[in-house]
């Protein structure tokens, strides 16, 4: 089993419609996980970190299950501009070890 | 302000010919990270530095090397590349250890030849 699997994709979305992707991952002492944003041939940057209580900021929401151990991400009101490759990292235990799954295409179709 | 920088940004090499990648940081941060990363997958990553200590992944091959001559840059040595090394490589920065955001350089795209 990968430590961090993901979605495979890819979704193909009309603007302004809601999309939802997952990812699971198989360390449970793992403790902090993100998402991160890559755009085709640029670096991957900071989406948001997900918190234990969920955390949300403007059309964006992750949220942590740490029973089913996975993290999710919800896009509503899709732009055109949030087609991207979604990448979920997670820390395992605790050091400086960040494992990223292979990322989630998103295209946003007008 | 470019915060993370990586020189060159494209890299080509001949075939077992060695090859220096180059990272600094304006960010002061103590972790140092380079990842590997071929198209259509997750960045692998080969090594990190915490501050002068260096950790390297299990896997990553021996043809890899790192130095951190101090804190702001840190570099990629590639000994003798292969037709398989060909990806882009990004270095990426985090203030400390423990799951801190990584900041990302904006890569170098190496191609062997």
């Known amino acids: 089993r990968k430590e961090v699997e993901q979605d495979p994709g890819p979704f193909n979305v009309p603007e302004g419609a809601t999309v939802a992707f997952n990812c699971t991952y198989s360390n449970s002492a793992s403790q902090s996980f993100f998402w991160y944003r890559q755009d085709c041939r640029k670096e991957p940057k900071l989406l948001m970190s997900?918190?234990?209580s969920g955390n949300e900021d403007g059309r964006f929401t992750a949220q942590l299950n740490r029973a089913s151990q996975y993290i999710s991400l919800l896009i509503r009101d899709s732009k055109l501009s949030d087609s991207a490759t979604y990448l979920c990292v997670v820390n395992v235990d605790n050091n400086n070890d960040m494992r990223f799954g292979a990322g989630t295409r998103l295209t946003v179709k007008p | 302000d470019a915060m993370v920088i990586q020189n060159p940004r494209y890299q080509v090499t001949q075939f077992g010919k060695p090859v220096t990648l180059s990272c600094s940081q304006t960010l002061n941060h103590n972790v140092m990270y380079w990842y590997q990363q071929k198209s259509s997958q997750a960045p692998k990553l080969l090594f990190h530095y915490y501050d002068k200590d260096f950790n390297n992944e299990a896997d990553t091959p021996d043809n890899f090397q790192s130095r951190r001559p101090n804190t702001s840059f840190c570099f990629l040595d590639i000994r003798s590349p292969g037709l398989g090394d060909a990806a882009m490589y990004l270095c990426?920065?985090?203030?400390?250890?423990?799951?801190?955001?990584?900041?990302f350089g904006p890569g170098t795209r190496l191609t062997v030849l």
């Open positions: 990426a920065t985090s203030r400390e250890a423990g799951g801190d955001e990584q900041f």
């Open positions: 997900v918190y234990s």
